[in-house]
Nanobody, 121 residues
Framework: QVQLVESGGGLVQAGDSLRLSCTAS????????MGWVRRAPGKERDFVAR???????YYGDPVKGRFTIARDAAMNTIYLQMNSLKPEDTAVYYC???????????????WGQGTQVTVSS
């Protein structure tokens, strides 16, 4: 069983930066994709970013150019550096992990408990 623990959420003002962290523990994690998904109140889940085992990164359109995902493989930890935050970035951010089942699809088998990010205008 894999456990994902997030940290780093909080309340910031528009234009500020914030960094989220997620550490995975449990079974060996080699080959898994890790990433972030967010959910704003009253909205569907929204893909934010992912990093594949080979280091390739992918971003959702709303965050491209502002957010950066990185990984410390030795620590089974990923980070999400969020710059130029906007009120529309307000959401619960979930760390996710799972196998890549096709070149463009990932099955996110594991989810963290979520961390709240609130951006005031």
């Amino acid at each position: 069983q894999v456990q994902l623990v997030e940290s780093g959420g909080g309340l910031v003002q528009a234009g500020d930066s914030l960094r989220l962290s997620c550490t995975a523990s449990g079974q060996p994690f080699g080959g898994y994709v890790m990433g972030w998904v967010r959910r704003a109140p009253g909205k569907e889940r929204d893909f934010v970013a992912r990093i594949d085992w080979d280091g390739d990164t992918y971003y959702g359109d709303p965050v491209k150019g502002r957010f950066t995902i990185a990984r410390d493989a030795a620590m089974n930890t990923i980070y999400l550096q969020m710059n130029s935050l906007k009120p529309e970035d307000t959401a619960v951010y979930y760390c996710v992990a799972g196998p890549r089942i096709s070149p463009t699809r990932v099955r996110y088998d594991y989810w963290g408990q979520g961390t709240q990010v609130t951006v005031s205008s």
